[in-house]
């Protein structure tokens, strides 16, 4: 059975599609463009998908997420 990484799954999901949930309970869905070692995320075309007080999400192009608040990462097929 062949080990997979933390990081080298992350790392195998670059460019697709994403789903992050934070540990605020907020959640982003986009293209991840890049992390780091402390899994610092670049989203790119993000959406928050949290639905709160019915408010229509509001789209931003590029994303820097702190990797210290995100509690898990979701890879769309």
Not at 3 to 24: H, N, W
């Amino acid at each position: 059975m062949d080990t997979v990484l933390p990081l080298e799954a992350i790392d195998k999901a670059i460019g697709k599609q994403v789903r992050v949930l934070m540990a605020s309970d907020k959640e982003f869905e986009g293209t991840l463009a890049g992390f780091d070692d402390f899994v610092n995320m670049v989203l790119e075309n993000v959406t928050e998908t949290t639905d709160r007080d019915n408010a229509s999400p509001t789209p931003v192009k590029k994303m820097l997420l702190n990797g210290g608040h995100v509690a898990m990462i979701v890879v769309k097929d």
